[in-house]
Every structure is written in structure tokens, then in C-alpha cells.
């Protein structure tokens, strides 16, 4: 079993930046695959940013690319969300997400294990 908790969200302003923690406990996540998404009010659960259980490579949603950073560090069991640029639409709860195949998956369905979620607000 692996647990996930997300820290770092908040309100903020247009144009501000913000980094979202993911901690793991339980089982080592040094082999999984981990993601990033999110859920704003009213609609479906989307991907975020995804990276490899090496970091050997990361994968974005267009809507985030070239604004957000996707990093790791597996000595301390902890995932990084830098989120640079925030605008409105980045309002949503952020979710990090463990999966067990490695390599890099956009799919919800793909992610074995889930945290609570974080709240991001961006006032414009």
C-alpha cells in the first residue's frame, strides 16, 4: 500500500506561483510512476503532468505546458508540482497519484493509489 499526501495549495492572484508537495509513506514509491491532476467545480477530473519512476521523462497537459514543472525526489518519498503563471482556470483541487506500470500515463484508470487532494485558488 502506498499513501499519498498533498500539501501547498492556497489563494493566490493571477500571475503568482505556487509548489504542491506530494509526500508517499508505506511502500517506496521509487518504482512507481507518478501524476498529477485535477478537478475544478463542475468538472471531470483531468491530467495534469505525469513523470517516470526515474525521472528519465515527464509528459504535460497543453493547457499547463511550459508553466508547470514536474519533478521528484525518491530519497524523500516526495513529488513536486511548481506551478508558475497561475491563471483563473487553474482554480481545482490538485491530486497526486501513484502507478505501479512505471512509465508515463495520462489515464486516471492507470494510477493505483490516490490522495486527498489540495486546494488551489487563482483570483484574476
Known amino acids: 500500500q502506498v499513501q499519498l499526501v498533498e500539501s501547498g495549495g492556497g489563494s493566490v492572484q493571477a500571475g503568482d506561483s505556487l509548489r504542491l508537495s506530494c509526500v508517499a509513506s508505506?511502500?517506496?514509491?521509487?518504482?512507481?510512476?507518478m501524476g498529477w491532476f485535477r478537478q475544478a467545480p463542475g468538472k471531470e477530473r483531468a491530467f495534469v503532468a505525469a513523470?517516470?519512476?526515474?525521472?528519465?521523462?515527464?509528459q504535460y497537459a497543453d493547457s499547463v505546458k511550459g508553466r508547470f514543472t514536474i519533478s521528484r525526489d525518491n530519497a524523500k518519498k516526495t513529488v513536486y508540482l511548481q506551478m508558475n503563471s497561475l491563471k483563473a482556470e487553474d482554480t481545482a483541487v490538485y491530486y497526486c497519484?501513484?502507478?505501479?506500470?512505471?512509465?508515463?500515463?495520462?489515464?486516471?484508470?492507470?494510477?493505483?493509489?490516490w490522495g486527498q487532494g489540495t486546494q488551489v485558488t487563482v483570483s484574476s
Open positions: 497519484a501513484a502507478d505501479a506500470t512505471r512509465g508515463l500515463e495520462s489515464a486516471m484508470n492507470k494510477y493505483d493509489y
Open positions: 508505506g511502500r517506496t514509491i521509487s518504482w512507481y510512476a
Open positions: 513523470i517516470t519512476y526515474n525521472s528519465g521523462a515527464t
